[in-house]
């Protein structure tokens, strides 16, 4: 019999969402589910404000710096490509990661700002496909409710109206949508079986994709 374990690869899970709608919550909630079933799992997120690139963004969204909408949407998307071999390694080792944010929220906010959602888009083409987007559907009263903003740049009601739209242009058939407003445990049962199917395909050995 042919030993199918050599090609298990990890999974590419996307969480998306509104701020405030407990992605970075579910993001912990899942992964101590999926490690504790004993797989190989991390827990990432965009923008990763640790690398040199993140540091600028990081300045940016509490309002130390200014930048152009343009240069700024460039620096999110290059904060994802900084990742991209490393994510792809992880991958192909069999590790599957968690990832709170990627490139829907890089088109989301900046076509919310009035970029052209094409344009916006472009930088993103390249960049690992994800096996299941899950968007954590809040809405945006509700998250403005929620203990409220902590004071970045776009934790404002009228912005994040804005950009549920455009989530909401962007999502296609694929998506999972879980509501956010369930409490905390059946929003995490709903993830955990969505997740479950997802890996388990691509330990079957599904192709990774671009
Ligand atoms: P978070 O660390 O998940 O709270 O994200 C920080 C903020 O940055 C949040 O308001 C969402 C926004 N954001 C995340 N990724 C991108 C991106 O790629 N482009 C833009 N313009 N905004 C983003
Ligand atoms: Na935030
Ligand atoms: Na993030």
Redesign the pocket.
């Known amino acids: 019999e042919i030993n199918h374990q050599s090609e298990a690869r990890g999974a590419l899970i996307v969480l998306e969402g509104l ?1 405030r709608s407990g ?2 919550s579910q993001s912990g909630r899942l992964l101590s589910n999926l490690a504790g079933l004993g797989y190989p799992v991390e827990s990432w ?3 990763d ?1 640790d690398t040199a690139v993140g540091k600028m ?1 990081s300045s940016y ?1 509490s309002n130390k710096s200014q930048l152009d909408d343009h240069t ?2 460039l620096l ?2 290059a ?2 490509w900084e990742k991209r071999s490393l994510m792809e390694a992880k991958l192909k080792s069999g590790t599957s990661l968690i990832v ?2 990627y ?1 829907y ?6 076509a919310a ?1 009035g970029l052209d959602i094409e344009w916006c888009k472009a930088p993103e083409v390249g960049l690992l496909a994800p096996d299941l987007v899950v968007y954590l559907d809040i809405p945006p009263e509700k998250a403005a409710e929620r203990g409220g903003y ?1 004071g ?4 404002q009601l009228e912005f994040q109206k804005n ?1 549920a739209r455009h989530y909401k242009m962007l999502s296609d058939a694929s998506w999972k949508m879980i509501d956010a407003c369930l409490p905390m445990e059946d929003v995490e049962k709903q993830l955990k079986e969505m997740v479950l199917d997802c890996v388990t395909s691509c330990q079957k050995g599904k192709p990774i994709s671009q």
């Open positions: 701020d992605k970075t997120r965009f923008p404000r963004i969204l700024i949407h999110f998307s904060n994802r709170d944010r490139s929220s890089g088109v989301a906010f900046s700002k902590g970045e740049r776009y934790e950009v």
